[in-house]
């Protein structure tokens, strides 16, 4: 029943969430107008908002003019979906449930929105920091004072990164939204997260999207592999630090 009910109601911020990636990067409101057409400028009726469902019903087209919609609506919407149904398998009705899905959401919501017009927009990056502190008193992550830690850690060490590429490059190398992403970052997951978010980050964007930015020319939406980072991060982070330390470094992690 729990996961029953976290599934729907992912997938009804899911449906909400692909309106944030829409219009926070164009600094528009997500509350009016109400959610239309692009094409024909029809508004969505109530009963076509069911998420998932309506966009098969409809076969992935208006219901006024026809055009094809785009089939980021209903992945955005299965996605957070699973994410919550994911967090309530996991944890049950506990807190740190609603943390990690609130997390797992924001970086869905930035990996999206980067990759469509890379830009991170603060209401993720600033608000989720906030989210992030405002949780670690309740749940099973870092206590305030490693959230707030994590957070600065996150800033600040992002910020120098981008300084030295600024330096090495001789031009801006990462943009202002993926500095303050790794705030939110580091007030989810404390400065060990933060850490391993960079290198995994790092690592996925080098091997993912390394080579078509070179043949290309173009930027790396660097917010995306920094997502899926944290990601990786707040699901196995201890695990895998724990093996860096004994079976790398050989040191005891205790």
């Avoid at 208006?62 to 094809?68: D, E, F, L, P, T």
């Avoid at 992030?132 to 004072?145: I, R």
């Avoid at 600040?156 to 590429?165: D, F, N, P, T």
């Amino acid at each position: 029943m729990v996961v029953g009910v976290a599934a729907v109601l992912g997938a009804c911020l899911g449906s909400f969430l692909n309106v944030c990636v829409e219009r926070w990067p164009e600094r528009r409101s997500v509350i009016s107008p109400r959610s239309r057409c692009g094409d024909c400028e029809g508004p969505v009726r109530w009963f076509e908002m069911v998420p998932v469902l309506n966009y098969l019903m409809l076969r992935g087209r208006c219901a006024r003019c026809g055009v094809r919609l785009s089939v980021q609506y209903p992945l955005v919407e299965a996605g957070a979906a699973l994410i919550w149904a994911g967090m309530a398998a996991r944890w049950g009705a506990e807190a740190e449930a609603v943390r990690g899905a609130v997390f797992l959401t924001i970086l869905l919501g930035i990996a999206v929105a980067d990759a469509r017009t890379y830009i991170i927009p603060d209401q993720f990056s600033l608000g989720g920091a906030v989210a992030g502190m405002a949780l670690a008193p309740l749940a099973d992550g870092p206590d305030l004072a490693g959230a707030a830690l994590g957070a600065v850690a996150g800033f600040v060490l992002m910020r120098l990164i981008a300084w030295l590429g600024r330096i090495a490059f001789g031009k801006e190398a990462m943009g202002g939204g993926d500095i303050k992403m790794m705030a939110m970052v580091g007030a989810f997951l404390g400065p060990a997260g933060v850490v391993l978010t960079l290198f995994a980050g790092a690592l996925f964007g080098s091997v993912i999207f390394g080579p078509v930015s070179l043949r290309t020319g173009r930027l790396v939406p660097f917010g995306v592999f920094l997502a899926l980072g944290a990601g990786i991060a707040y699901g196995w982070g201890d695990a895998l630090i724990g093996w860096y330390l004994h079976d790398v470094l050989r040191l005891d992690p205790t």
